[in-house]
Nanobody
Framework: QVQLVESGGGSVQAGGSLRLSCVTS????????MAWFRQAPGKEREGVAA???????????YYNTSVKGRFTISQDNSKNTVYLQMNSLKPEDTAMYYC?????????????????WGQGTQVTVSS
């Protein structure tokens, strides 16, 4: 049984930082595309960042323009864990954040291309 379990969400003030973690079980993330999505109240779910690590250890990363330069996605293959380091947080970053296993990074932010979802972790940024 595949499980993706997120943690690390919370409430911070604008300008603060949070680090989200996504631990997978029953699913190896090496050479698989993994991503973070988010959904704010009343809005559609959107892709935030994606990562693919090759067998040689090279990372390919992709970012939504709204978070580029502030968020960093990474993964630890030995722990089957994906991270999202979020710096310089803004109130508009407030959302439920979801970890996702993607079928292919070529359609990384397409919700139809999701293999598995996590249950989400809430991030709230106050001004």
């Amino acid at each position: 049984q595949v499980q993706l379990v997120e943690s690390g969400g919370g409430s911070v003030q604008a300008g603060g930082s949070l680090r989200l973690s996504c631990v997978t079980s029953g699913y190896t993330i090496l050479r698989r595309c993994m991503a973070w999505f988010r959904q704010a109240p009343g809005k559609e779910r959107e892709g935030v960042a994606a990562i693919y690590t090759s067998s040689s250890g090279d990372d390919l990363t992709y970012y939504n323009t709204s978070v580029k330069g502030r968020f960093t996605i990474s993964q630890d293959n030995s722990k089957n864990t994906v991270y999202l380091q979020m710096n310089s947080l803004k109130p508009e970053d407030t959302a439920m954040y979801y970890c996702a296993a993607i079928i292919t990074c070529s359609t990384r932010f397409d919700p139809d291309g999701i293999r598995y979802w996590g249950q989400g972790t809430q991030v709230t940024v106050s001004s």
